[in-house]
């Protein structure tokens, strides 16, 4: 099983510490990469694609894990592009 399945199953098991950092590798095993904005990018990222519409999420914080309805708005998406 390599990495990015793994990642894919924990994410698809909705735990309650997947990081911000999990979701930018796993999404970059979809051609998503996140778009890199200036020092005060603010609280919103956007991770892009070539032919999908972007994903843009509130950037996790204080702590890096990603909340409950984050995760599955992401799985959403995904799912409606056909990517899962």
Partial sequence: MTKRDKILQR?????RDFTGDELV????????ELLKTGK????RVKY?????PP???HRPHP???LKRYQIEQIE???KNEGLI
Wanted: hydrophobic share 55%; no cysteine; net charge positive.
């Fill in 76 to 78: 959403a998406l995904l």
């Fill in 25 to 32: 590798k796993m999404l970059a095993g979809f051609r998503y």
């Fill in 55 to 57: 994903i843009f999420l």
């Fill in 40 to 43: 005060s990018g603010g609280s």
């Fill in 48 to 52: 892009v694609h070539e032919t999908l």
């Fill in 11 to 15: 994410f698809f098991l909705k735990p």
């Fill in 63 to 65: 702590a890096k894990v």
